[in-house]
């Protein structure tokens, strides 16, 4: 598909981008430019972000694997269950999951393969609730790196305001990326995309008000009247180093409403994260300068750990069982036929929305399972 059409903020930018050297590109969005899949292009309206679709013109596996595997007959989806624990045999092998149906009856399917694919915070917490005598420690943790490496990403960037109008009501919002600061920069380690930000409901703009804005009353409206189509924001999701000690564990004593453990979340970001992060709040500042701002002010990202978006690196690949949870394939090192794929194998998430390697590492051990079931490996 096309890219959408480009709005008001993009023929602001692109000149500036250019102007600074850079190398600035129309960004994949993940949603239909034009009719697609049985359903309709994007009508750019402006309520994308926290919304579902009017249209359906986003992506998501709820209106395309999910369908597309429903209609092979060979898929049987089941709503509203919830996971209790992957089963092991007595040598420790999986043998299905245990889950409370959409009646919080505790059923039991055996599979010949298991693939947990619930995103880092809870498959994280799946398998660590999965213990038994030959995992003590919870399925794939013999040594400890289930839930380690948490991450996210470090949003960092800039706000501008402007003497002339840069809103023009056109949806999505987010058009134009740099990656030049991804790799390479002198001094830094890891970098990030850097782009405008997707279109801003007045709630949602002043929560981005510059320091000194009153909160509410005169002061408040006064600023909202003046600035609200007067502004534009540029951030990217600066890769942050994994490490071990932001994780995910459960609770031995918080449990939810089926009674099982809940996620804990802890840990931090690593320094050279938080020196990256500010270099980009620099590169962003300086973008929304050079497309005319007069008055700029920098997003830096709290140090405590992320993942409230993006989660990704609780069940990290590698060819070392003792030092990673999933082998290339995304089979868990100890098991012959359970498979964690999702963002939890990223080793990092880079500078980068994670969604497409997610996306190109289902496929590439999806490919790999058929081959394997067809021969009967697993
Ligand atoms: S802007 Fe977003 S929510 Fe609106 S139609 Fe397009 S994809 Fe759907």
Redesign the pocket.
Known sequence: MPPLPVNREYTLLKPAAQRLGLHPFDIPML?NSVPYGGRPP????R??VG?A???N??CGTQNTSIPAALATGNCELRTGCMAREVMTDARGRATGVAYYDADDRLREQTADIVIVSSAAVESARLLLNSKSKMHPAGLGNRYGWVGRNFQGHSYSGAYGLFDFETYDDI??GASIAVCDYNHGTPGLIGGAMLANEFIRLPYQFVGTAPPGVPQWGRGHKDYMRQWYRRSMAVQGPTQEIPIAESRVDVDAKVKDFWGLPVARLSGGKHPKTMETAAAMTDKAEAWLKAAGAIRTWKKLPGKGTSGGQHQAGTCRMGDDPRVSVVDKYCRVHDQDNLYVIDGSVHVTNGGFNPVLTIMAIAYYAAERIVKLRKGRGV
Do not use: D, T
């Open positions: 949603r994007c009508m750019q309206c309520w994308c919304f679709c009017e249209v013109a986003k949806g999505p």
